[in-house]
């Protein structure tokens, strides 16, 4: 049974940093997808950033680029998302989720994804 679990997020002011982590455990991840995806209140949920987990190639949002970077440890299947310059709009609930193969494509779809964390809020005060 695949289970993600993320933790780190809190409360921040803008300009601010937070590192968020997804522990992965009940499969082998070489062969996958990584990714972090957010939902606001009221929004849908979207893309943030993903890992190929063998590669290491990495994808971001517009929104995020340049200030978000997605890493994973292979020692303890773990993920994170360094976040800096953190601005409000970045409030939201982000989840960790994965997904067997390494389409760039289907990296950035939120239904191309078969496992997901519960969650972890992030809330960013002006």
């Known amino acids: 049974q695949v289970q993600l679990v993320e933790s780190g997020g809190g409360l921040v002011q803008a300009g601010g940093s937070l590192r968020l982590s997804c522990a992965a455990s009940g499969r082998t991840f070489s062969s996958s997808t990584m990714g972090w995806f957010r939902q606001a209140p009221g929004k849908e949920r979207e893309f943030v950033a993903a890992?190929?987990?063998?590669?290491?190639?990495?994808f971001y949002s517009d929104s995020v680029k340049g200030r978000f970077t997605i890493s994973r440890e292979n020692a303890n299947n773990t993920v994170y998302l360094q976040m800096n310059s953190l601005k409000p709009e970045d409030t939201a609930v982000y989840y960790c989720?994965?997904?067997?193969?390494?389409?760039?494509?289907?990296?950035?779809?939120?239904?191309?994804?078969?496992?997901w964390g519960q969650g972890t809020q992030v809330t960013v005060s002006s």
């Open positions: 989720a994965t997904r067997l193969g390494s389409s760039w494509i289907a990296a950035r779809r939120v239904n191309d994804y078969d496992y």
């Open positions: 890992i190929l987990w063998s590669a290491g190639n990495t």
